[in-house]
Structures are given as C-alpha cells and as structure tokens.
C-alpha cells in the first residue's frame, strides 16, 4: 500500500478522483462509517483534501492517515480545514520518532471563536492586544476589572500581552488576560517560536488564541461538545483507532517541513 498521495495538480478532475480512489482503497469502511457520522459529504471532503494540497504541495509527503485524519477531524469539529475563514488547517512534519511526514491538525484562533458562538450560553467573542502606550487597567478579584483604551496615535510600541473577554447570555463575562511573559514561555516551547514576532503576526492571533484556548474550561462541555475536542486535536498529529479519531500522547519532537509561519499568519 502506497502510504502517500501521489497527485497531480495541474489537472483538477484526476487530482480529486484519484483522492477519492486512493483512501476509499485504502481506508473505504473507516472512511464512509465516519463522514456519515459527521454529516459530510464524500465528495466534498475529497475536494477539501485536494485544496489543502494546492495550497501546500508538500502535504503529498505526508501520511495518508495523517493527511485523513486531520481532515476527519475538521468535519468532526464542523470546520472546513483550509478555508478562507482560517478556521484549521493542516502543517507538515517529520515525527522524529517514526522518520515519517506526517500532517499537523491546527485550530486556528478563529476556528475557537466559532466554536464558541455555536454555544447557547456565549453573546459577544472580544480579544485584544495591549501595547505599551495603551491605558490599560488590569485586576482580579472578587470582580474582575478590566479597562482598555488602544494607542491610537502611531506606534504604540511593545505588545504587554492580549485579553480575551466573552460576554454570556446571563449577563456574566468571562475575563482571560495572557501577558508577554506567559507567551514567551509558550513561544520557548513551539516547534516555530518564529511564528509570534510581530512581523509574522501583525493582528496578534497567535497571542489571542493563548487566551482564547483558556475560555474553552468556562464553557459547559455538555453545550458545545466540540470544544472539547480541540484540546484533543489541536497541533497534534492525528492518527485513527478503532474509528476513532486520537492523538499520539507521547510528546515527540515535530521538525515543520514547510514555512508553518507564513501558513499561521495567513490562518491563525
């Protein structure tokens, strides 16, 4: 069994078909059991496998059940992977331990913000980056303060760190505030710790998701159920057991085969 897609791209109709032929060969039962689970379509999901491929060539060096995998689990979660909206997406890399090329499942920011809006209990979604020359005012306690006025008069100069404040039905808000420190340590421990200077991600996105991830404890589980599902996917390599969708909980050492900078500050 060939474990990698061999496509070509310069014709579009073949490209799908031979997807299609290549894990209904190859994975045809898991396959079909679990898009009818998703509610997804064969042929749309065949389609979104070959567009992920225009934009990144590089993930026919994958596996194919990383490259399914991650797909599966865009459907799971109801977010296209790899569309316009930014919502997931998939990354190549090596797994150090199995010498493979295997594709990275990313939520993007945007992704947890929708999720989060399919929730009966969420009103309003609102993060933010704080510069140095911002009035900011900052303080927990029995009631959260929190007052933010942007810089608006040129460079405002260091980023302090981001907040995130979601705002429920009952009246309540939820307040996460990350600062510089904490994301520097994160930014230690990323594979492309490139990939949160200002110059790769101008808006802050990689810095909101910090926040953003936190909220997800907030939110009931039995409300949203796929928000609990991104601490189980998100930038984990994917594999599939017993029809379901799992991550590999052995930490290993992922080297990007591709310029995952450039693919987060297009998505995330």
């Known amino acids: 069994m060939n474990n990698k897609l061999i496509l070509d791209l310069t014709d579009g109709k073949k490209a799908i078909q031979t997807v299609e032929k290549e894990l209904l060969s190859d994975y045809g039962e898991i396959l079909t059991q679990m898009l009818g689970d998703y509610g997804y379509d064969l042929k749309r999901f065949v389609i979104t496998i070959v567009n992920a491929v225009k934009k990144n060539p590089r993930l026919m060096q994958c596996t194919k059940e990383s490259l399914l995998s991650s797909v599966l689990a865009s459907a799971q979660l109801g977010l296209e992977i790899d569309s316009p909206m930014g919502y997931c997406y998939m990354i190549p890399y090596t797994n150090s331990r199995n010498g493979c090329i295997e594709a990275k499942f990313i939520v993007g920011y945007k992704g947890i913000v929708e999720l989060l809006y399919r929730s009966n209990h969420v009103l309003k979604v609102?993060?933010?980056?704080?510069?140095?020359?911002?009035?900011?005012?900052y303080k927990e306690g029995i009631e959260t303060v929190l007052n933010h006025t942007p810089y608006i008069k040129g460079d405002a100069g260091e980023r302090l760190g981001t907040y995130t404040v979601v705002k429920l039905k009952n009246g309540e808000n939820i307040v996460i505030w990350v600062s510089a420190k904490e994301i520097n340590a994160l930014k230690l421990k990323?594979?492309?710790?490139?990939?949160?200077?200002?110059?790769?991600?101008?808006?802050?996105?990689?810095?909101?998701?910090?926040?953003?991830?936190?909220?997800?404890?907030?939110?009931?589980?039995?409300?949203?159920?796929d928000l609990a599902k991104v601490e189980s996917f998100d930038n984990k390599i994917l594999h599939i057991e017993n029809n379901e969708i799992v991550s590999d909980d052995?930490?290993?050492?992922?080297?990007?085969?591709?310029n995952e900078t450039s693919m987060l500050k297009e998505f995330i």
């Open 126 to 137: 609102n993060s933010k980056m704080v510069y140095e020359k911002d009035e900011f005012e």
């Open 190 to 225: 990323s594979n492309t710790p490139e990939s949160y200077l200002p110059k790769n991600d101008p808006t802050g996105n990689m810095w909101k998701k910090s926040a953003i991830r936190q909220i997800i404890k907030y939110i009931p589980k039995n409300d949203v159920p």
């Open 250 to 258: 052995v930490q290993q050492d992922y080297k990007s085969e591709t």
